[in-house]
């Protein structure tokens, strides 16, 4: 999608993203890619928050209005805290076009949660030899 972090911080994460390569059959930005790198830069800020607690952040609810369409240039995506809580982050995500003229405005709610044990679906080890003593 080639899209590039310009800033990162909880309260607010800046990225952008070529329209070139992002476009439907049409010629215009994708509503999908809009959707998706606006996901990706809202949950990336609540995952901040959520590593100065220890945890982790995942999606659970997105809206999004398509404004404008854009078919060259390349789309800033501004996602900015609503509410940073223990449990729930809320982010305000605005795309804009190379005018400054808004594209798409999201909003995205992350659940903050513990990190997952990586080796919690592994069965436990069992030695061969010891299991044949018993």
Do not use: Y
Not at 47 to 69: F, L, R
Not at 89 to 108: F, K
């Amino acid at each position: 999608m080639g899209v590039h972090i310009v800033e990162e911080s909880a309260e607010r994460v800046v990225a952008t993203m070529p329209v070139e390569g992002n476009r439907q059959s049409f010629g215009l930005l994708h509503g999908g890619a809009s959707l998706a790198v606006g996901e990706a830069v809202g949950s990336w800020a609540a995952v901040i928050h959520a590593s100065t607690m220890g945890k982790t952040a995942v999606g659970v609810d997105v809206s999004a209005t398509h404004h404008k369409s854009a078919r060259a240039g390349l789309i800033t995506i501004t996602a900015t805290a609503i509410q940073l809580g223990r449990t729930m982050a809320s982010h305000e995500v605005l795309l804009t076009n190379d005018a400054g003229e808004r594209v798409c405005t999201m909003r995205i709610t992350n659940l903050i949660l513990d990190k997952p044990n990586p080796k919690a679906h592994l069965a436990p080890v069992v030695d061969p030899v010891e299991a044949l003593d018993d």
